[in-house]
């Protein structure tokens, strides 16, 4: 029999079981790669009169610190109290949701972003991990009910409206996938399963049908699909989006197998491919480091993965599982979505590529994520069979 309770010394494991250093180790490196790749996309010509622009490098380091320090707070929380406080933060959620709407700035389309100074903070982006703990509290139960099971798509319902009004669809869809692991890692029975797909995929269609989304958002889904001659045929406030995907495929073509070598990428130093430290960022990566080293960061994200799918398996506690399982979606679809963006065979969304893209919100919703996951794991060896 299984229960919980405090080990003894004699039970105390070395420390390397309570923390996960493969996890650790593969979240540092795939951080520091990307302050690197982050400096080479923002650092300018660089020549013998003109210095290198260091500021987002010094950002994002800054940004990288603060994640850690918040993902050891996260791994260190009681679950009590960490269960205690989710009220709380998804009150906090919904009145920046709405504040947001009211005075943030619009960027690329979408009113999204509080804009301080230099700063600008995102709301949704530590949504998804509000709405991973509100999930996993709410249907972490034995007996998912037919009310209970409302109730989870109701806290997730709201959010997800509120974000569609920005509108930021890329930030929607992970969202969903946060939703969808969540529930299918439940004890939701399985003809419930399959009639909320149903209904999902009502939803996208129809929401795909409607004007909830503005055109520069239906171009962006549809563009990556269409040949050299449709293309040509599009406004050009449409084709714009082609053309970004374009520029970056021409990035990561020219990086081959071995790369063109840090900081000398030409598309990259010359800044044709848009917003290359955030979201194609993965293309800085395929020109400077080629085939090789995008390949080798690819790796440390399977890592990464695997040892959180690793930790949801083992974890002995309903509610500790499904917040693994959520942080495992979070990152799967983000890494998938915004990696194939790149290579365009995937939708330009403007999901960021954790622990890589530009962005302190981004950044530290990455680092408190794994926070949680060490926190799991952590909790795991509380459970002492007796």
Do not use: C
Request: proline share 5%.
């Amino acid at each position: 029999m299984i229960s919980i309770a405090r080990p003894t010394s004699r039970d105390r494991n070395p420390w390397w079981y309570v923390v996960d250093p493969a996890l650790i180790i593969s979240t540092v490196i795939i951080t520091a790669v990307g302050v690197v790749l982050v400096y080479s996309a923002t650092r300018g010509p660089a020549n013998g009169i003109i210095a290198p622009d260091r500021s987002f490098l010094e950002r994002q380091t800054f940004f990288a610190f603060l994640g850690s320090v918040l993902a050891i707070v996260a791994a260190l929380i009681g679950v009590r109290t960490l269960r205690s406080l989710i009220p709380l933060a998804y009150a906090g959620l919904l009145v920046l949701l709405l504040a947001v709407l009211q005075f943030g700035a619009t960027v690329s389309g979408a009113t999204a972003w509080f804009q301080v100074g230099g700063f600008a903070f995102q709301p949704s982006e530590p949504g998804k991990i509000v709405l991973i703990l509100v999930l996993a509290r709410v249907l972490s139960t034995g007996t998912i009910t037919t009310a209970r099971l409302a109730a989870g798509l109701g806290v997730a319902l709201v959010p997800i409206v509120l974000i569609l009004k920005q509108p930021d669809l890329g930030t929607v869809l992970v969202y969903l996938a946060i939703v969808a692991a969540v529930i299918v890692a439940s004890n939701v029975p399985t003809r419930a399963i399959f009639l909320l797909a149903i209904v999902a995929l009502t939803a996208v269609v129809g929401i795909l049908r409607s004007p909830v989304l503005a055109s520069y958002q239906e171009a962006r889904l549809t563009v990556f699909l269409l040949n050299d001659e449709a293309l040509a045929k599009l406004d050009p406030d449409v084709a714009n989006f082609a053309y970004n995907a374009k520029q970056s495929q021409v990035a990561i073509g020219n990086g081959g197998l071995f790369g063109q070598g840090l900081f000398q990428g030409t598309q990259t130093s010359s800044n044709l491919v848009p917003a290359q430290q955030t979201d194609f960022i993965f293309s800085v990566a395929g020109e400077e480091l080629g085939f090789r080293g995008a390949a080798a960061i690819l790796l440390l994200y399977l890592l990464m993965v695997f040892r959180i799918w690793r930790v949801a398996v083992r974890a002995p506690d309903p509610f500790d599982r499904l917040v693994a399982v959520g942080v495992v979606a979070m990152l799967m679809f983000q890494i998938f979505q915004s990696v194939g963006m790149t290579t365009g065979i995937m939708p330009v969304t403007g999901i960021p590529l954790p622990f890589v893209s530009y962005g302190g919100s981004s950044m530290v919703t990455s680092f408190v994520a794994i926070g949680l996951v060490l926190g799991v794991h952590r909790r795991r060896f509380d459970y002492v069979e007796r």
